[in-house]
């Protein structure tokens, strides 16, 4: 009877240990808050719209630094996207807000905004009687994506954009070349320290 009795206080203190340990497990996924630094890079796919027909699709390139305050990401980023007719390079500050997930698996909703410059390539400035080879501008979108982890420092990132330009070209005759918006397509690599 002892013996029994032994047995049985032994399965219910081991059963309630792992519940509680299953429990702190449970909770301490669901902690957005990933305290690290992180650099990364990113290439994405381009469609624009513009007052003239000029190429719509660009590819670009970025770079990005960022830290965590809370639970919101604070990026800081520069790209380059090219076209036949252009080269657009914007910097851009981001915040990005947790919707779901983990800290291994999140999904978020990013607000975003910065300056732009656009270079027209030769045959663009005089194929659209553009004034000048160049004009900046400003933008600012949103974004969503989906971060997740490769291993305990590398982390990629998917995410869908939409940014809107405030960037207006003059030409020689009446009226500018105007970029519009963006959407875009990006994916990328981050490696956090």
Partial sequence: MKKTLFYVGLFASTLLAS??????????????????IFIGVDGSYNYQLTSDSLDKSLLGYSVYAGIPISDVELIVKKTI???????????????NFPISGTGSRMVYLGILGGDAKVTYNSSTVSGHNLSETSSKGTFYGAHW??????????????????????????KTTTGSLDINSNFSFIYGMEYRF
């Fill in 19 to 36: 519940e509680n340990n299953m429990q702190y497990l449970d909770e301490s996924k669901m902690d957005y808050n990933d305290p690290r």
């Fill in 81 to 95: 996207a090219n076209s036949n007719n252009l080269e657009l390079d914007t910097q851009n500050l981001t915040l």
């Fill in 145 to 170: 994506g989906k971060r997740y982890k490769y291993s305990q420092n590398w982390f990629g990132r998917m995410e869908f954009e939409y940014l809107s330009y405030d960037i207006k070209t003059p």
